[in-house]
C-alpha cells in the first residue's frame, strides 16, 4: 500500500525545467503511523488503519482510543483513515513517511471539498437561469422555472434538481504527478488541485 | 518560513544556481536592477533537441510581483517595431541578467515611453 494522510496547506506555483510556472498544492503529509492491520480471518476484509496528525495532549483522546493506539504501541492521532489491500506488508506500529512517494508518481487525492452553503440552482446544477430580463420576468432571472407538469404527473419527480446545500462532499482528483518530495518538512507538491479547503484532511495514495 | 515559502524559496533557489554567476566579480544572480535601467537577458532558447543561449536586450520598464512571482518588462524597439517581453525574475530559463546602463526615471512603470521615439527615449533616461 502506498498512501498517506496529509493537511493541505495551499497552492503556489513553481518553475519546471523549462521554465514553465506549474501550479501546484503543498501538502503536509505523515508521518502515518499504522495502527491496525485488519485481516480477512478476524475483521472480514483486509486493510491497513494509519493515522495522521499526533495529538499533543492527553485529553484530546479518550479511554478506548488510548487503548486501540496502544496496542499498535503508537501515539494517539487526529484522525485515522483505513485503505483496502490485499496483503499488507506494513506491520502496526510502524511509520509511513513522505518517503514513499517518488517525484514522478501518479496519484489520487481524496478530500472534502468546500462547503458553498445553501446554493441555487444556476450555481448548483448549472441550470441556464433565464436569458433575458423583459416580458415581465426581470425577477426571476437565476429561478428554476418549472419542475413538472400539472395535471400529469401530479407531483414533483424524486431526485428533481433543485436549490440546496451545495459543497462539502467527497472528491477524488486521478492522476495527479508528485513534483517534488521533501522529506525533512514532510512535505508533498502535488500538480494542480487537490480537494478542500487549507488546512483539511486529504488522503493521496499511488495509482 | 511557512511551507509554502519554502517550497517557492526551493524553485527559486534552484533556478538561481543554474545561472551563470560571478561570484569573484560580486555580481549577484538577480543583479539590483530598478525601471530605467538598459539591461541584457541572456534565455536559453530549447529547440528540439539542442540548447542555445539568445539575448534579448531592452530598457526594463516595470517589475511587479514578490517572491516566485515576480516579474519584470523590458522593452526594446526591434526593426523599427516596439516589443516587449515579461520574464518572470526567477526562471529557470534566464542564464544571466547585465545592467549595461543605468537610468534615471521617476517613476516605477514606465509605459509612457511606448509613445516614445528611440531617440527621445534615450534622452529621457540618461
Redesign the interface.
Given at each position: 500500500m502506498t498512501a498517506l494522510l496529509g493537511k493541505k496547506?495551499?497552492?503556489?506555483?513553481?518553475?519546471?525545467?523549462?521554465?514553465e510556472?506549474i501550479p501546484?498544492t503543498?501538502v503536509?503529509a505523515g508521518p502515518c503511523p499504522v495502527v491496525q492491520i485488519r485481516t480477512k480471518e478476524r475483521d472480514g476484509y483486509s486493510a491497513v488503519q494509519i493515522g495522521f496528525d499526533y495529538l499533543t495532549k492527553s485529553t484530546q483522546s479518550n479511554k478506548p482510543e488510548k487503548g486501540h493506539f496502544a496496542k499498535a504501541n503508537v501515539r494517539p492521532t487526529r484522525f485515522l483513515r483505513e485503505f483496502r489491500v490485499e496483503n499488507a506488508v506494513q506491520e502496526s506500529g510502524a511509520e509511513l513517511t513522505v518517503e514513499l512517494f517518488n517525484i514522478g508518481d501518479r496519484v489520487k487525492v481524496t478530500g472534502k471539498g468546500k462547503g458553498r452553503g445553501f446554493q441555487g440552482v444556476v450555481k448548483r446544477h448549472h441550470f441556464g437561469g433565464i436569458g433575458m430580463t423583459t416580458h415581465g420576468q426581470s425577477d426571476r432571472v437565476r429561478a428554476p422555472g418549472s419542475i413538472g407538469g400539472s395535471s400529469y404527473p401530479s407531483r414533483v419527480f424524486p431526485g428533481q434538481r433543485m436549490a440546496g446545500r451545495m459543497g462539502y462532499e467527497t472528491r477524488t482528483i486521478r492522476n495527479l504527478e508528485i513534483l517534488?518530495v521533501?522529506p525533512e518538512?514532510n512535505?508533498l507538491?502535488i500538480k494542480g488541485s487537490v480537494p478542500g479547503a487549507i488546512n483539511s484532511l486529504v488522503e493521496i495514495v499511488r495509482m | 518560513m511557512n511551507a509554502i515559502q519554502f517550497v517557492e524559496q526551493k524553485s527559486i533557489e534552484k533556478s538561481l544556481a543554474s545561472r551563470a554567476v560571478k561570484a569573484e566579480s560580486g555580481k549577484s544572480v538577480t543583479p539590483d536592477f530598478r525601471p530605467g535601467d538598459t539591461v541584457n537577458i541572456a534565455v536559453r532558447v530549447i529547440e528540439g533537441e539542442k540548447e542555445r543561449v539568445q539575448n534579448y536586450q531592452g530598457v526594463v520598464i516595470a517589475r511587479r510581483g514578490a517572491g516566485i512571482n515576480a516579474t519584470f518588462r523590458v522593452r526594446k524597439i526591434s526593426n523599427g517595431v516596439g516589443v516587449e517581453r515579461i520574464f518572470p525574475l526567477y526562471s529557470p530559463i534566464i542564464q544571466s541578467i547585465d545592467v549595461l546602463r543605468r537610468g534615471s526615471v521617476r517613476r516605477a512603470k514606465l509605459y509612457y515611453l511606448r509613445g516614445m521615439s528611440e531617440r527621445k527615449i534615450r534622452a529621457k533616461l540618461h
Amino acid at each position: 500500500m502506498t498512501a498517506l494522510l496529509g493537511k493541505k496547506l495551499g497552492m503556489t506555483s513553481i518553475y519546471n525545467d523549462r521554465g514553465e510556472s506549474i501550479p501546484c498544492t503543498v501538502v503536509k503529509a505523515g508521518p502515518c503511523p499504522v495502527v491496525q492491520i485488519r485481516t480477512k480471518e478476524r475483521d472480514g476484509y483486509s486493510a491497513v488503519q494509519i493515522g495522521f496528525d499526533y495529538l499533543t495532549k492527553s485529553t484530546q483522546s479518550n479511554k478506548p482510543e488510548k487503548g486501540h493506539f496502544a496496542k499498535a504501541n503508537v501515539r494517539p492521532t487526529r484522525f485515522l483513515r483505513e485503505f483496502r489491500v490485499e496483503n499488507a506488508v506494513q506491520e502496526s506500529g510502524a511509520e509511513l513517511t513522505v518517503e514513499l512517494f517518488n517525484i514522478g508518481d501518479r496519484v489520487k487525492v481524496t478530500g472534502k471539498g468546500k462547503g458553498r452553503g445553501f446554493q441555487g440552482v444556476v450555481k448548483r446544477h448549472h441550470f441556464g437561469g433565464i436569458g433575458m430580463t423583459t416580458h415581465g420576468q426581470s425577477d426571476r432571472v437565476r429561478a428554476p422555472g418549472s419542475i413538472g407538469g400539472s395535471s400529469y404527473p401530479s407531483r414533483v419527480f424524486p431526485g428533481q434538481r433543485m436549490a440546496g446545500r451545495m459543497g462539502y462532499e467527497t472528491r477524488t482528483i486521478r492522476n495527479l504527478e508528485i513534483l517534488d518530495v521533501i522529506p525533512e518538512e514532510n512535505l508533498l507538491v502535488i500538480k494542480g488541485s487537490v480537494p478542500g479547503a487549507i488546512n483539511s484532511l486529504v488522503e493521496i495514495v499511488r495509482m | 518560513m511557512n511551507a509554502i515559502q519554502f517550497v517557492e524559496q526551493k524553485s527559486i533557489e534552484k533556478s538561481l544556481a543554474s545561472r551563470a554567476v560571478k561570484a569573484e566579480s560580486g555580481k549577484s544572480v538577480t543583479p539590483d536592477f530598478r525601471p530605467g535601467d538598459t539591461v541584457n537577458i541572456a534565455v536559453r532558447v530549447i529547440e528540439g533537441e539542442k540548447e542555445r543561449v539568445q539575448n534579448y536586450q531592452g530598457v526594463v520598464i516595470a517589475r511587479r510581483g514578490a517572491g516566485i512571482n515576480a516579474t519584470f518588462r523590458v522593452r526594446k524597439i526591434s526593426n523599427g517595431v516596439g516589443v516587449e517581453r515579461i520574464f518572470p525574475l526567477y526562471s529557470p530559463i534566464i542564464q544571466s541578467i547585465d545592467v549595461l546602463r543605468r537610468g534615471s526615471v521617476r517613476r516605477a512603470k514606465l509605459y509612457y515611453l511606448r509613445g516614445m521615439s528611440e531617440r527621445k527615449i534615450r534622452a529621457k533616461l540618461h
